[in-house]
């Protein structure tokens, strides 16, 4: 039965130390440029406010979320999505639904306006659900490079 685990708590300190490593490899599916230690660049992103749930069934993480809690002028507040990947082997199983729904419950716990996510312009499977589960496109994320590595 898939369970819906948070990895960190409302401080950002790690909980599930187990889950936080096991979910690695699937996080690296959407994310190849992740940095070779992968904890301590997460410890740098929970520093930071990023907050860490992964999907789990049978002992295996099929999913992940990174999300924060943001305050900004445009909004008042949200709920920003960093990352949500599924594991190649588990898509359109649910595992994404239980994740983007567990985000949505907790946003609207924090008195958030709104949901929010950015999404490559590649990823039209990803984009099929997102509009499926009820997100818009409202705009667009402009992007500056500003070092030869990105």
Known sequence: MLQVIEVTDATGRI????????????????????????QEQMLRVFANGGR??????DG??????????????FSRS????DDLVTDAGHRSAGVGKALLG???A?????GCTQLTLDSGTPRLKAHKFYFREGLQ????HFVKPLTDDT
């Open 52 to 57: 860490m749930l992964v999907a789990v069934d």
């Open 137 to 140: 496109i409202t705009s667009f």
């Open 15 to 38: 909980v599930a130390a187990r889950w936080l490593a096991q979910a690695e490899a699937v996080h690296r599916q959407l994310r190849p440029q992740l940095m070779p230690n992968y």
């Open 102 to 104: 567990w985000c949505e």
């Open 78 to 81: 949200e709920l920003y999505i």
């Open 60 to 73: 295996e993480v099929l999913g992940l979320t990174v999300w924060r809690y943001l305050e900004k002028t």
């Open 106 to 110: 907790k946003a609207r716990a924090l």
